[in-house]
């Protein structure tokens, strides 16, 4: 991880134990970060709340407590949404220890035997971007030649497990090679790279080609390297952060390529990762909301009016990592007609959270509840996020409550105004 200036110097030499306790120990038990806690909002259980987690992970650490099921079972329902970060005044890493401490756990469990093979799956399908599309073209194919409707009604879905994921899926685009070098028209502003990510690819592919479609009409090359992969947050997040670092070696190579403004990415989830990466990327990293809101070339660009409202959801890293949640708004607020307004709740994570809706189903319902309640409050037409993961959990939430709203990444709305989907 990246180093941030307002927190205290990170002790890299010490084994990885020792970090670990050291962090805890930076924690003085104020209980300032508690309510900000969506864990502890649910449940009122101290041991769901960040001050309570980090107790149990420093009585782990000096072996005051074994590693009993009730112990993880605290631990594996935090979100690593990082609120609570932004609320200790002792700036405790939690995302940091909470990382180190999966790493830690993760040979010590047991996981049943089918868990631990479908775990395995897949994350070894995602450190490898070819695969990654193979897993897309096989699932689009299943979802358009009728199988799908076959599996749902004989409960076939259920009986290996992947009910819930299967839900959460969007009608999958067919899935097209980005890689190589998009030209610019117009004026020659510079040239940019962009960061595909790895599910993103298949599940969001249209805010990908909007980027592209955007960034050129306003004058920017954009190169897309076939070197580049999964970002690595997933394995990061889940006990494996050796293979994230491989990844992120791997990606710092895939975009040295010389002349670049900028690295830029579409799903705030996969920047977060990549932000805080080590080695870190050899250009600056942006959201891509956050560059089109300082890029120059709008002059003479037009935009259709949309006399539409739209609730704009923020995902948690961006509002607690990035700290870019306002791009969003002001990117979107160029399109003329428009009434925007922030989803309530917002400081509050919505439980897609990586893997988190398929590992921990009923908190990542309860508080997907609450996004669908604030959605229906604010009367909104089209949610705007710029996560990935969100948009499929919130969408899967109003699919299932038959809500015709659309999620939509703020770059493809914006993009659609500029007429991308007639292009
Ligand atoms: S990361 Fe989020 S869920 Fe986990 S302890 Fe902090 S605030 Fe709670
Ligand atoms: S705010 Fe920081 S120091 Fe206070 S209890 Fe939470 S983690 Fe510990």
Known sequence: ???????????????????????????????????????????????????????????????????????????????????????CPSKVRYGLLADGMRDWIEPQRQRPAGQARLRHMLFDTLRHPRRTRAAGWLLRTYQKSGLQ????????????GVERAEAQLPA????????????ASGTARGTVGLFLGCVAQLTDAATLDATIFMLNRLGYRVTVPRAQTCCGALHQHNGDIGTAQ?????????????????????????????????PPLPAPLFDISAFLVRA??????QLSPLWQTIAVHEPCSSRNVLHDQDAAYLLLQRIPGVSLMPLAGNDQCCGA?????????????????????????????????????????????????????????????????MGYENA
């Open 1 to 87: 991880m990246s180093q941030n200036p307002d927190q205290p110097p990170l002790s890299g030499d010490l084994p990885q134990i020792a970090r670990l306790r050291e962090e805890a120990g930076r924690c003085v038990a104020c209980g300032l970060c508690v309510p900000h806690c969506p864990t502890y909002r649910k449940t009122l259980n101290e041991a769901d709340s960040p001050r309570g987690r980090i107790f149990l992970m420093a009585a782990l650490l000096e072996q005051r407590l074994p590693l009993s099921p009730e112990i993880l079972h605290h631990l594996d329902l935090c979100l690593t949404c990082r609120a609570c970060e932004n609320a």
């Open 149 to 160: 409707g076959f599996a749902r009604k004989t409960g076939m879905l259920a009986a290996v």
């Open 172 to 183: 999958l685009q067919k899935i097209r090679t980005l890689h190589g070098m998009h030209v």
């Open 246 to 278: 491989l990844l992120a070696q791997e990606n710092q190579q895939a975009f040295n390529v010389s002349g670049l403004l900028a690295i830029l990415h579409a799903a705030s989830g996969c920047g977060a990762s990549l932000a805080e990466q080590v």
């Open 296 to 301: 120059e070339g709008w002059e003479g660009i």
């Open 353 to 417: 959270a990586g893997s988190y809706a398929l590992s921990q189903p009923e908190m990542a319902d309860l508080l997907l509840r609450d996004k669908i309640e604030a959605i229906k409050a604010s009367g909104a037409q089209i949610i705007a996020t710029s996560n990935p993961g969100c948009a499929m959990h919130l969408a899967a939430g109003l699919r299932a409550e038959g809500m015709a709203i659309e999620v939509l990444h703020p770059v493809h709305l914006v993009a659609r105004q």
